[in-house]
């Protein structure tokens, strides 16, 4: 199972093979399932699912250096004296960009504007062979661990599960930016089948997510992410602008961020009425859309149904620790990404006396997510290239990213700030925006703190 592991040198990969091999050699000399196991231990005087407090140790450290790694995130493994890098990072970004979108796409190689069904099939592949290694590793050791081991053993799978997942909801994120193969129904019934499995509403998603491509920063018309001004803060703004408070607001963000958004459009275009993904007759589709937005509440309905199944047959509690957390893990990995790249205190916002679409597009920034920039296909630190073309495949961003950044110059920026500094510093600094008094551009908006 571990040539798989090369392909991305994923560290959480590595660490989950080695932590769930600190299994007893007993298990070796089994051929039966689970249950004559189970059955066999009890007639031997010494259980052979004891853990010595050597391997304990050992499996101890495998989460420890997991976490470390986790913590460093941002460095990309090492440590850049490139001009991105330090409180330059922070400066802002110019506002009036002296190219246009084809001088952008002449600086690229026309091969990375090329789509190979065979080549982005071969991802979705792999990263659902890897899926189903880790599933196998937690289905198969985890139960038989003892509860001291096994409290570790589950996050430590929640966390490599998720990140996998991860890939392949960006694979269907591409997948609606036709960025998967050059045939567009090739391109929705895969995102189709890949976001319904990881609860995401692929059609409603692709047309509201296709609304903040086309408005990007707008403070009137993107379609999420949109900062209060100063005079929209709430009191509550106030009472949390302290650690514990940011703590509670991450948490809240982070892990119901992107439910609450599909549901409720929070964060979201202000609409004349209630607006949410999955009514079909919302404000935020059109009248051509809506068969698909069904077509979407069908495929989540088919899910939901599969897992009534699992839980009839398996029970809550396995479906929860095998597929319900990692699939949340999934939409915090994404609110976290898409938070990184659309918050930072160089980044302008426009009403509509200064917005086009040029200047918006160019309202994002490049995070290193260190050895998981590989296992999320380089969405991390390619998505300013991503929201200037997006239909540029996962597999040539890097490339394509390369070759418009001498055109870009001050215009791009990457923050290779650790993730979690990053989270705490913008939840810290960027509470809402506000036009410079003394500036031409009176309606060009930047970050605040409290």
């Given at each position: 199972?571990?040539?798989?592991?090369?392909?991305?040198?994923?560290?959480?990969?590595?660490?989950?093979?080695?932590?769930?091999?600190?299994?007893?050699?007993?298990?070796?000399?089994?051929?039966?399932?689970?249950?004559?196991?189970?059955?066999?231990?009890?007639?031997?005087?010494?259980?052979?699912?004891?853990?010595?407090?050597?391997?304990?140790?050992?499996?101890?450290?495998?989460?420890?250096?997991?976490?470390?790694?986790?913590?460093?995130?941002?460095?990309?493994?090492?440590?850049?004296?490139?001009?991105?890098?330090?409180?330059?990072?922070?400066?802002?970004?110019?506002?009036?960009?002296?190219?246009?979108?084809?001088?952008?796409?002449?600086?690229?190689?026309?091969?990375?504007?090329?789509?190979?069904?065979?080549?982005?099939?071969?991802?979705?592949?792999?990263?659902?062979?890897?899926?189903?290694?880790?599933?196998?590793?937690?289905?198969?050791?985890?139960?038989?661990?003892?509860?001291?081991?096994?409290?570790?053993?589950?996050?430590?799978?929640?966390?490599?599960?998720?990140?996998?997942?991860?890939?392949?909801?960006?694979?269907?994120?591409?997948?609606?930016?036709?960025?998967?193969?050059?045939?567009?129904?090739?391109?929705?019934?895969?995102?189709?089948?890949?976001?319904?499995?990881?609860?995401?509403?692929?059609?409603?998603?692709?047309?509201?997510?296709?609304?903040?491509?086309?408005?990007?920063?707008?403070?009137?018309?993107?379609?999420?992410?949109?900062?209060?001004?100063?005079?929209?803060?709430?009191?509550?703004?106030?009472?949390?602008?302290?650690?514990?408070?940011?703590?509670?607001?991450?948490?809240?963000?982070?892990?119901?961020?992107?439910?609450?958004?599909?549901?409720?459009?929070?964060?979201?275009?202000?609409?004349?009425?209630?607006?949410?993904?999955?009514?079909?007759?919302?404000?935020?589709?059109?009248?051509?859309?809506?068969?698909?937005?069904?077509?979407?509440?069908?495929?989540?309905?088919?899910?939901?149904?599969?897992?009534?199944?699992?839980?009839?047959?398996?029970?809550?509690?396995?479906?929860?620790?095998i597929y319900g957390v990692p699939v949340v893990g999934v939409h915090v990995f994404f609110v976290i990404i898409t938070y990184l790249h659309h918050t930072h205190l160089s980044?302008?916002?426009?009403?509509?006396?200064?917005?086009?679409?040029?200047?918006?597009?160019?309202?994002?920034?490049?995070?290193?997510f260190g050895f998981l920039n590989r296992v999320f296909h380089d969405v991390t630190h390619t998505h300013v290239l991503h929201h200037l073309i997006s239909y540029i495949p996962?597999?040539?961003?890097?490339?394509?990213?390369?070759?418009?950044?001498?055109?870009?110059?001050?215009?791009?920026?990457?923050?290779?700030?650790?993730?979690?500094?990053?989270?705490?510093?913008?939840?810290?600094?960027?509470?809402?925006?506000?036009?410079?008094?003394?500036?031409?551009?009176k309606g060009v908006f930047w970050y605040h703190k409290m």
């Amino acid at each position: 199972m571990t040539f798989l592991i090369p392909l991305h040198h994923t560290l959480p990969s590595q660490l989950c093979i080695t932590f769930f091999n600190r299994r007893h050699r007993p298990l070796k000399e089994h051929t039966g399932d689970a249950s004559s196991i189970v059955g066999n231990d009890l007639h031997n005087t010494a259980d052979p699912r004891r853990v010595s407090p050597t391997e304990e140790k050992s499996s101890i450290t495998c989460l420890y250096r997991l976490i470390i790694s986790i913590n460093s995130m941002g460095a990309g493994g090492r440590m850049s004296n490139d001009p991105f890098d330090g409180k330059k990072i922070l400066e802002r970004v110019p506002v009036d960009p002296p190219f246009s979108l084809s001088d952008l796409k002449k600086a690229i190689p026309a091969h990375c504007f090329k789509r190979s069904v065979i080549r982005s099939s071969y991802y979705v592949v792999h990263d659902l062979i890897v899926a189903y290694v880790f599933y196998f590793l937690a289905n198969t050791y985890i139960p038989f661990l003892p509860a001291p081991l096994a409290y570790l053993a589950w996050p430590v799978y929640w966390f490599c599960q998720a990140s996998i997942l991860t890939g392949l909801w960006v694979i269907g994120h591409e997948c609606g930016h036709h960025a998967f193969s050059e045939y567009q129904w090739i391109d929705d019934t895969v995102g189709f089948i890949l976001h319904s499995a990881l609860m995401t509403p692929y059609f409603s998603w692709k047309y509201s997510h296709r609304n903040h491509h086309a408005n990007t920063n707008s403070l009137d018309n993107d379609e999420v992410y949109i900062p209060k001004r100063k005079s929209k803060v709430r009191w509550y703004s106030k009472l949390l602008n302290n650690p514990p408070g940011r703590v509670f607001t991450l948490v809240f963000r982070f892990t119901l961020g992107f439910p609450l958004y599909l549901l409720t459009n929070i964060s979201g275009k202000k609409y004349g009425r209630f607006a949410n993904h999955f009514d079909p007759m919302s404000p935020i589709f059109t009248e051509r859309e809506r068969i698909q937005v069904l077509l979407s509440d069908l495929g989540l309905l088919a899910v939901f149904y599969a897992i009534k199944i699992a839980v009839t047959t398996k029970g809550a509690s396995w479906v929860t620790c095998i597929y319900g957390v990692p699939v949340v893990g999934v939409h915090v990995f994404f609110v976290i990404i898409t938070y990184l790249h659309h918050t930072h205190l160089s980044l302008p916002h426009y009403d509509s006396s200064e917005w086009n679409w040029i200047r918006g597009a160019l309202s994002t920034i490049d995070r290193d997510f260190g050895f998981l920039n590989r296992v999320f296909h380089d969405v991390t630190h390619t998505h300013v290239l991503h929201h200037l073309i997006s239909y540029i495949p996962h597999y040539h961003a890097k490339e394509a990213r390369d070759a418009i950044i001498p055109v870009l110059g001050e215009y791009y920026k990457i923050d290779r700030t650790p993730i979690f500094k990053a989270m705490w510093r913008e939840a810290k600094e960027c509470i809402y925006i506000e036009p410079d008094v003394d500036n031409k551009h009176k309606g060009v908006f930047w970050y605040h703190k409290m």
